[in-house]
T-cell receptor, first 114, second 113 residues
Framework: EAEVAQSPRYKITEKSQAVAFWCDPI?????LYWYRQILGQGPELLVQ????????DSQLPKDRFSAERLKGVDSTLKIQPAELGDSAMYLC????????????FGPGTRLTVL | AQSVTQLDSQVPVFEEAPVELRCNYS??????LFWYVQYPNQGLQLLLK??????LVESINGFEAEFNKSQTSFHLRKPSVHISDTAEYFC???????????FGQGTILTVHP
């Protein structure tokens, strides 16, 4: 069964450093999502791509976060500089076309900022 | 704007007992509703979803949820739980053309032997 791949699974960094997360969605899925899940809370959407275009980044802290999906396939989420409050699980999900389609989630990247 | 409220942060229950995890939503547009399950250190897995049609939806492992438009609820139920059902459960609502999901805060279900 096809799965969403993410790496790394765990990342520990010091504040003010740069970090990057990678996501490879299920083949053929046009829509890709990055969510942030703070411990004890539900996931919150950071950015959504339709193919290579950003369709929603209203909750992305653009002064330090950036995301790209250059060829409309895999995607990278970057934080520079990292802050203590960025410690969270970063989840990537993909779906066929968005709308009511099921979103399939990867295992996530657990970020700890010291 | 949408919002999702899960009314219980933790639900302890004994094995083979029935359980209900409560979810209420608010939305100014037509809404799709989902329940996801998350096991420790894993991503979310879809349990079931309501898009349209029959208001009662079922999963393959015995969970069911009923869409109640008048009460704006989508509670999750199982008549007899197993130890393996111990996990965190998230209710989510979607309704935009692009599929953005709004999640509740999660309910930790703990099944005791």
């Amino acid at each position: 069964e096809a799965e969403v791949a993410q790496s790394p699974r765990y990342k520990i960094t010091e504040k003010s450093q740069a970090v990057a997360f990678w996501c490879d969605p299920i083949s053929g899925h046009a829509t890709l999502y990055w969510y942030r899940q703070i411990l004890g809370q539900g996931p919150e959407l950071l950015v959504q791509f339709q193919d290579e275009s950003v369709v929603d980044d209203s909750q992305l802290p653009k002064d330090r976060f950036s995301a790209e999906r250059l060829k409309g396939v895999d995607s990278t989420l970057k934080i520079q500089p990292a802050e203590l409050g960025d410690s969270a699980m970063y989840l990537c999900a993909s779906s066929l076309t968005g709308a009511a389609d099921t979103q399939y989630f990867g295992p996530g990247t657990r970020l700890t900022v010291l | 704007a949408q919002s999702v409220t899960q009314l219980d942060s933790q639900v302890p229950v004994f094995e083979e007992a029935p359980v209900e995890l409560r979810c209420n939503y608010s939305s100014s547009v037509s809404v799709y509703l989902f329940w996801y399950v998350q096991y420790p250190n894993q991503g979310l897995q879809l349990l079931l979803k309501y898009l349209s049609g029959s208001t009662l939806v079922e999963s393959i492992n015995g969970f069911e949820a009923e869409f109640n438009k008048s009460q704006t609820s989508f509670h999750l139920r199982k008549p007899s739980v197993h130890i393996s059902d111990t996990a965190e459960y998230f209710c989510a609502a979607g309704g935009t053309s692009y599929g953005k999901l709004t999640f509740g805060q999660g309910t930790i279900l703990t099944v005791h032997p």
